[in-house]
Each structure stands twice: as structure tokens, then as C-alpha cells.
């Protein structure tokens, strides 16, 4: 099979249930944000996180290929025994035990501060930042997407800030206050 097919040189692409639409349109925009995250969290990976970490991260890019497919399914066509294309309150769950447990190793923050840090720690701030613009382009869509994938990915922010604290606390770059 090659890379190329030139089904979209003229600007359009498919949806998964077949349908022709922009490159533009509002619902590819979407998918190509968290195509983005998912670029940056493998970025974190390759400049280099503590094992745990980087476990939790695979899982999460696989979450985000997940919840791409179903973007690009506005129809529900995706049958239900595809299960690697599902996000679910579990995953939520997840998202959230997660940011307890990193938690625990934080002091908690009085202020805001500022991105930055260790050169991975840094890149989790910018995938936070890219995980809210995904967010934001989501809530835009019609018809809107799943609930769940939505506190999917506020979540997932949240986790992202934390994680962000966390690789600069044991790398033992310093927060800067704003």
C-alpha cells in the first residue's frame, strides 16, 4: 500500500462512513487537533520520561487514536465490536486516578506559574495547551460528539498540567511563579 493515495489533492477528505468533506471542515479540524496532542505526547516520550510515566502516555496516545476515529465517525457506524475505538467513563476514571496519585508527589501550588521547565515538562505544557484547543474545537461540532469523549479530554488536560509538574519536580527544574 503507498502513503499516497491523491484522494485529497483537490482539498477534500473522507469521513469514516464515507462522506466527502473539506479538509477545512469543522469535524476534520477537530481530529487533526488531537492528532497534534497525540504528536507532542510522543515528542515527551522521545525527549525522555521515567517509565511510569511514558507507560501511562502509550496508553494515553492510544486513548487519543481512539477518540480520533470516533470524530471521524459523526454517524456511529463504527460497530461496537471494534473495541480499540472506544472511550469510556472507564478511561475517564483512569485519567482521574492518575492525577492522584502524581498528586501526591506535588506541593500544592498558591499561585499560577508559568510554562517551562525541564525540555519534556515544557512540551507537556504545550500538549495541555493543544489538548484545550481540541476541547474547545469538539464542543463546536454538530452533531456534537459523545459526552464521554468531551470529559475525556478535559480531563486529560488537567492530567497533562500535572504531569508537566511532576517531570520538572524530578528533574528538579524549578517552578516559576507568576
Not at 48 to 56: F, H, I, K, M, T
Not at 89 to 110: C, F, G, Q
Request: aromatic fraction near 6%; include cysteine.
Amino acid at each position: 500500500m503507498k502513503i499516497y493515495t491523491r484522494t485529497g489533492d483537490k482539498g477534500e477528505t473522507s469521513l469514516f462512513d464515507g462522506t466527502r468533506v473539506s479538509k477545512a471542515d469543522a469535524r476534520v479540524d477537530a481530529y487533526g487537533e488531537v492528532d497534534e496532542l497525540n504528536a507532542w505526547l510522543g515528542f515527551v516520550r522521545a525527549a525522555g520520561v521515567d517509565s511510569d510515566l511514558d507507560e501511562a502516555l502509550v496508553h494515553i496516545e492510544r486513548d487519543l487514536f481512539a477518540l480520533g476515529a470516533r470524530l471521524a465517525d459523526p454517524a456511529s457506524r463504527i460497530a461496537a465490536r471494534v473495541m480499540k475505538a472506544v472511550i469510556a467513563d472507564e478511561d475517564v476514571a483512569r485519567l482521574e486516578n492518575l492525577i492522584d496519585r502524581l498528586e501526591t508527589e506535588l506541593t500544592p501550588l498558591s499561585r499560577f506559574i508559568l510554562p517551562g521547565g525541564a525540555p519534556p515538562g515544557a512540551a507537556l505544557h504545550v500538549a495541555r495547551a493543544v489538548c484545550r484547543r481540541a476541547e474547545r474545537r469538539m464542543i463546536a461540532l454538530e452533531p456534537p460528539p459523545e459526552p464521554v469523549l468531551v470529559r475525556y479530554m478535559n480531563r486529560l488536560s488537567d492530567l497533562l498540567f500535572v504531569l508537566a509538574r511532576v517531570v520538572n519536580r524530578r528533574r528538579g527544574a524549578p517552578e516559576t511563579e507568576w
